[in-house]
């Protein structure tokens, strides 16, 4: 079949390879330098924002710039509910980036049609049916409702989130932890323009790849941040990261739920006001749980190597994880990726907690 990308990559590739190799922020040498690419949600169910908190509260970590991507809703919405959330905060002086807005071949057309032969997948993001979610815009990609607290007002930076991503790992070779927690679009990117960008990278953290792909009652959809850019994630997986770490198979164990806001809400901060007034209740604390493993890696305490790939063939499987054991010659995947099969889930509570309840601006000199 012919695979063709989306229009306006064509303009965002050729801006790209323009774009020069800048100095980078000045950080403490022993920093942890994290990016942190997410399909940041708009205000009602998840918030993605909030799993910033274990990052930016931690001494030994410093988030040197934040991009955004198409998946649980359109980038120009998640972005505007990022930019609000860091006012919100006191942390506005993080620059953040956009991304892609399509993904690199999937179309809502194509999802609709898997679906008539395939099955029924309950969570589609941006391209949620407004029958059932009702704050959902499907055609309308540039549309931002004003969110809860008010539009921001601060904006994205004029660079987009791959030429960033190329320009941090080439000032700070080596150094970066590339945090993804939404669809790998803009990663897809920056790996076709520049040969050397995963390579140059510390690692590559992830939400997805759960081993265990069997969804709910009421349809497929246990890693949405793959399925949304199949081939995204394919090509992302191929490129010589010197380590990677998927951590999906745990985060569904701890939940932000009625009890945990409770005793955030012990001390106010407007971190803790923020999911308050925000969040919803009843699901896992995905990001957050990456964000904590980032902070403090003592508290994975078990891990499997597996070799790992994503089948963009467009049959049945389409956006399913292949992994098949790392020592298998030849091996089943195109990557070699750490899967997090444990945690220290009291103390990871416990320090979230901790997290969330920090007033950065009362920390600040």
């Given at each position: 079949?012919?695979?063709?990308?989306?229009?306006?990559?064509?303009?965002?590739?050729?801006?790209?390879?323009?774009?020069?190799?800048?100095?980078?922020?000045?950080?403490?040498?022993?920093?942890?330098?994290?990016?942190?690419?997410?399909?940041?949600?708009a205000p009602g169910s998840y918030v993605g924002q909030a799993a910033l908190m274990p990052l930016l509260a931690s001494p030994h970590v410093k988030v040197i710039g934040l991009?955004?991507?198409?998946?649980?809703?359109?980038?120009?919405?998640?972005?505007?509910?990022?930019?609000?959330?860091?006012?919100?905060?006191?942390?506005?002086?993080?620059?953040?980036?956009?991304?892609?807005?399509?993904?690199?071949?999937?179309?809502?057309?194509?999802?609709?049609?898997?679906?008539?032969?395939?099955?029924?997948?309950?969570?589609?993001?941006?391209?949620?049916?407004?029958?059932?979610?009702?704050?959902?815009?499907?055609?309308?990609?540039?549309?931002?409702?004003?969110?809860?607290?008010?539009?921001?007002?601060?904006?994205?930076?004029?660079?987009?989130?791959?030429?960033?991503?190329?320009?941090?790992?080439?000032?700070?070779?080596?150094?970066?932890?590339?945090?993804?927690?939404?669809?790998?679009?803009?990663?897809?990117?920056?790996?076709?323009?520049?040969?050397?960008?995963?390579?140059?990278?510390?690692?590559?953290?992830?939400?997805?790849?759960?081993?265990?792909?069997?969804?709910?009652?009421?349809?497929?959809?246990?890693?949405?941040?793959?399925?949304?850019?199949?081939?995204?994630?394919?090509?992302?997986?191929?490129?010589?990261?010197?380590?990677?770490?998927?951590?999906?198979?745990?985060?569904?164990?701890?939940?932000?739920?009625?009890?945990?806001?409770?005793?955030?809400?012990?001390?106010?901060?407007?971190?803790?006001?923020?999911?308050?007034?925000?969040?919803?209740?009843?699901?896992?604390?995905?990001?957050?749980?990456?964000?904590?493993?980032?902070?403090?890696?003592?508290?994975?305490?078990?891990?499997?190597?597996?070799?790992?790939?994503?089948?963009?063939?467009?049959?049945?499987?389409?956006?399913?994880?292949?992994?098949?054991?790392?020592?298998?010659?030849?091996?089943?995947?195109?990557?070699?990726?750490?899967?997090?099969?444990?945690?220290?889930?009291?103390?990871?509570?416990?320090?979230?907690?901790?997290?969330?309840?920090?007033?950065?601006?009362?920390?600040?000199?």
């Amino acid at each position: 079949m012919t695979v063709t990308l989306h229009r306006p990559y064509l303009a965002l590739l050729s801006a790209l390879l323009c774009s020069p190799f800048g100095l980078a922020f000045a950080h403490d040498a022993s920093d942890e330098l994290v990016i942190v690419d997410n399909d940041w949600n708009a205000p009602g169910s998840y918030v993605g924002q909030a799993a910033l908190m274990p990052l930016l509260a931690s001494p030994h970590v410093k988030v040197i710039g934040l991009t955004t991507v198409t998946g649980d809703c359109w980038r120009d919405e998640g972005a505007a509910n990022l930019l609000r959330y860091l006012e919100e905060i006191g942390a506005e002086d993080i620059p953040v980036c956009n991304g892609a807005v399509f993904p690199l071949v999937n179309t809502r057309e194509r999802m609709i049609h898997w679906e008539q032969s395939h099955g029924f997948i309950f969570w589609k993001g941006a391209w949620n049916d407004p029958a059932h979610f009702p704050s959902s815009h499907p055609l309308e990609p540039y549309k931002v409702a004003t969110p809860v607290d008010g539009l921001p007002h601060t904006k994205v930076t004029g660079e987009t989130a791959a030429a960033f991503m190329i320009r941090q790992v080439h000032a700070h070779p080596h150094q970066v932890t590339i945090f993804e927690g939404g669809p790998m679009t803009n990663l897809a990117l920056a790996i076709g323009l520049d040969p050397e960008f995963a390579g140059l990278a510390k690692r590559l953290m992830f939400m997805g790849g759960a081993v265990t792909q069997v969804g709910p009652a009421d349809g497929f959809h246990s890693d949405f941040n793959i399925i949304f850019d199949p081939e995204a994630a394919h090509i992302t997986l191929a490129a010589p990261w010197a380590s990677i770490t998927a951590y999906a198979e745990v985060s569904d164990a701890y939940v932000f739920d009625a009890a945990l806001l409770k005793r955030i809400q012990e001390h106010r901060t407007p971190a803790g006001d923020y999911l308050a007034r925000n969040s919803g209740l009843g699901l896992p604390l995905w990001e957050e749980l990456g964000a904590a493993v980032i902070a403090d890696p003592t508290l994975v305490k078990s891990t499997l190597e597996v070799s790992m790939d994503v089948d963009i063939d467009h049959g049945s499987s389409y956006g399913r994880t292949v992994v098949g054991s790392a020592t298998a010659k030849p091996p089943l995947g195109v990557a070699t990726v750490t899967l997090v099969q444990a945690v220290d889930g009291r103390r990871f509570v416990d320090q979230y907690v901790a997290a969330v309840q920090t007033d950065l601006r009362a920390r600040a000199p």
